[in-house]
């Protein structure tokens, strides 16, 4: 498992980019700056910005389902 920062649209919710591990403050700071959020989490896989999307809470990321016929 490794720990990830999810940086992440306030208003769509949608994931924007993701950095492996724990990130400054003033990153951070300058994100909300820019109306973006972030939350921390842990995952097995990298968290890429098309297929995960942040939860109602916004306390983790949620994949998006995957429909196939």
């Avoid at 949608?14 to 990130?23: A, C, N, R």
């Amino acid at each position: 498992m490794s720990t990830w920062t999810v940086f992440y649209d306030t208003t769509t919710k949608d994931v924007l980019y993701s950095i492996q591990g724990e990130v400054s403050q003033t990153l951070k700071d300058e994100e909300e700056a820019n109306g973006r959020s972030w939350v921390t989490t842990t995952s097995e896989d990298v968290i890429p910005t098309n297929h995960y999307y942040i939860n109602d809470d916004e306390t983790d990321v949620v994949k998006n389902s995957e429909f196939s016929i």
